[in-house]
């Protein structure tokens, strides 16, 4: 009897979708913190908190002189705001509601909804907390200057990007044991601290350390968003396509897991989560 009439045209369809897209994302946005204003506050405070640590981590081991000529406080955010950025889209899709959730029983949603929009929660919070945490810090302390500041963002994009496909892989995973791949999805976040490279630049590195290194995306991105930050770094040991490439057959991967694991979908893995 009481029926919502849909569009059948695809052009229908997709503003359909991107509709409840849009009211799926703005629900995650508030699920974790009822007021918008205090879920922004929150993400900055990790953030600046964060730079502070790395600040002072700095300052103790004499590290200062070595990294880039250039605003030394910028430097350390370039590395903070891509590897929150990372991590948190990685934590966001991974905790992403699966298709034995209890939102699955209204029929516009499907997982693919769910999946983007945690993922685009996670970009909208963290592009607002870096734009305002910058703003600050440009009008309060001292003027900064972005040599390439469309570069910068596209790889703040990228690192995203990688997050999504990285989590999509976790994701496709978590159902069939989902405390094993839980500890995997930690210890690689964790990992990031120091493998991401957010506290060196990978030119000052001998070739042995950068075998260590050069594995991870997020250190390719960080490096070559600091060379797009800085008119007087040049990255030489890091690409943007390495990245994109790997983002791509994680994403690929992700997405064919993650069919096949929903083929076998049963509510009592609900119950072991």
Aim: proline residues 3%.
């Amino acid at each position: 009897m009481f029926r919502t009439e849909r569009s059948k045209s695809k052009i229908g369809s997709t503003f359909s979708m991107l509709e409840l897209i849009y009211h799926a994302t703005v629900r995650h946005i508030r699920k974790s913190q009822g007021n918008a204003i205090l879920g922004l506050l929150r993400n900055m405070m990790q953030t600046m908190l964060l730079v502070f640590t790395f600040y002072i981590m700095y300052g103790v081991l004499g590290l200062r002189g070595s990294q880039v000529r250039g605003d030394f406080m910028l430097y350390i955010m370039s590395g903070i705001f891509l590897y929150m950025t990372h991590t948190k889209a990685m934590g966001a899709v991974f905790g992403s509601e699966g298709s034995t959730s209890q939102m699955m029983k209204h029929a516009p949603m499907t997982t693919a909804v769910s999946i983007a929009s945690s993922a685009l929660s996670v970009l909208y919070i963290q592009l607002l907390s870096m734009t305002v945490v910058l703003y600050i810090y440009h009008a309060a302390f001292t003027p900064i200057e972005i040599y390439d500041w469309v570069g910068a963002l596209a790889m703040v994009l990228l690192t995203w990007f990688v997050g999504v496909a990285l989590g999509m892989v976790f994701l496709a995973a978590k159902p069939w044991n989902p405390s094993v791949v839980g500890i995997i999805q930690q210890v690689y976040s964790r990992a990031n601290m120091i493998a991401s490279g957010k506290m060196f630049l990978a030119n000052n590195l001998t070739h042995k350390m950068l075998v260590l290194f050069n594995w991870n995306p997020l250190f390719h991105t960080i490096d070559q968003a600091r060379g797009y930050t800085f008119i007087n770094y040049n990255p030489h040991n890091s690409n943007w396509e390495y990245p994109l490439t790997l983002g791509l057959i994680f994403l690929a991967i992700g997405l064919m897991g993650e069919f096949y694991t929903r083929q076998y979908a049963s509510l009592s893995w609900g119950a072991r989560r």
